[in-house]
Structure formats: C-alpha cells, structure tokens
C-alpha cells in the first residue's frame, strides 16, 4: 500500500509555544487529507478534512484558530497547533487519499503531542 | 450523520481460536463503504478489510473475513486461527462516498490473543 508519513513521532512542548506537525505522502499524491485526534484508549475524532489548495473545513467543536491546518501541495499537510495548553496533549494522526474516487485511506505513524 | 457502534471494548481469545468482533452502524445512505482497521501498540493504523455496501457477497482476507448484513446494518468481524499478533484495537469505520469520503470510526474493540 501507499506510504504516508507524520513527523515528529513524539514532541513535548512548553505551554504557550506553537508546534508543527508534518503528514506528507511519500510516492502518491493526496488530494485530500485528514486530521484526527486521538485520546487514550479512544477512538478516532475526525478534526478537519483539508483538499490541496484550499481552506480546511474543520468539524464542529473544532477551534480553525488553535488547529492551522494547511494542505499546500499534493504531497504534504501541516497542522500547527498554536499557543498550545496541556489539554491539547493527545494523539494526533493524518490520513491521506489518493484521489475524491478513491476509498482507500493512508494513515501516518501518529505524533504524540506533550504540552507541560 | 452517520453512527459506529461497537459493543464489546474488550475481547480475548486463545492462539489459534476464532473470535467475532461486533460492530453495527445507523445511516440513510445506499452507497457507502464499511472498513476494519487493527491498531496494534504502536498505533499505526492498518486496514485490515474492505467492504462495499453494494455488494451482497462477504470480503475474505486470508484469516480475516467478515459477516455484512445489510438490512440489519451489521458488519462483524471474524479472525480465525487467532495468532499473536493480532493482539491490538480493532474498530470499524463507515465512508459515505456522498460525504467527503470521511471515515466515521466506532468506540474500538481491544482484542488480546493469549498464549
């Protein structure tokens, strides 16, 4: 199957700063991809669905301001989560898809996110 | 909007065993697609198997396969000759391909083959 990879795996930041995570597809290209969240021993939360080029459309509840997500190439998303607080600590996983007719989807390892 | 269910949060079952993992799901589409996903301890998340609602016939991925029953809105999932690594969350997911394909998960199911 296809290879999406999330970068930093791990990062542990101080309250207040911003942090960057990476999901990027190695050898396809990603028209849309998917940020989720992800608390212990829970499932999936589907925060915002990004397509290349365009505005996210982030779900209810969901702060666009607090979560920046940017999908500027075929190949690579960005979520950055600003003026982070210890209650944003938690999984964070990106899925891509190859295209809008294609029901496969690719997920990243993850990044766990500390804030302390 | 669509709803995942999965009943059991934890499951166990003997090496070589067969276990049935639950999963129901609540829409109004015709046309979607119902997926298992394995997410073992290191959390990537790995498909496991792929169903189409349009097909009546039930996907079979070697020791994976599942039971589909469209009318009742079930989609379990079985795992014959239970090994090791197996060991990890399952949780089903729904795709509404009249949605942006976004994937709707349930609660997750942690399965643990013992020995």
């Known amino acids: 199957g296809a290879v999406v990879s999330q970068h930093p795996s791990r990062v542990i930041c101080k309250s207040g700063t911003s942090v960057k995570i990476e999901c990027r597809s190695l050898?396809?290209?990603?028209?849309?991809m998917f940020w989720y969240r992800q608390f212990p021993k829970q499932s999936l939360m589907l925060m915002a669905t990004?397509?290349?080029?365009?505005?996210?459309?982030?779900e209810q509840g969901v702060e666009k301001d607090k979560f920046l997500i940017n999908h500027a190439s075929l190949t690579l998303s960005t979520l950055t989560v600003t003026s982070a607080h210890p209650e944003d600590s938690s999984f964070y996983i990106c899925s891509a898809r190859e295209g809008p007719m294609n029901t496969e989807a690719f997920f990243g390892q993850g990044t766990r996110l500390t804030v302390v | 909007a669509q709803t995942v269910t999965q009943s059991q949060p934890e499951m166990s079952v003997q090496e070589a065993e067969t276990v049935t993992l639950s999963c129901t799901y609540d829409t109004s589409e015709s046309n979607y697609y119902l997926f298992w996903y394995k997410q073992p301890p290191s959390r990537q998340m790995i498909l496991v198997i792929r169903?189409?609602?349009?097909?009546?016939q039930n996907a079979t991925e070697n020791r994976f396969s599942v039971n589909f029953q469209k009318a009742a809105k079930s989609f379990s999932l079985k795992i014959s000759d239970s090994q090791l690594g197996d060991t990890a969350m399952y949780f089903c997911a729904f795709m509404n391909n009249n949605a942006g394909n976004m994937l709707t998960f349930g609660g997750g199911t942690r399965l643990m083959v013992k020995p």
């Open positions: 990004s397509n290349e080029g365009s505005k996210a459309t982030y």
């Open positions: 169903q189409e609602a349009y097909k009546q």
């Open positions: 050898d396809f290209q990603a028209t849309t």
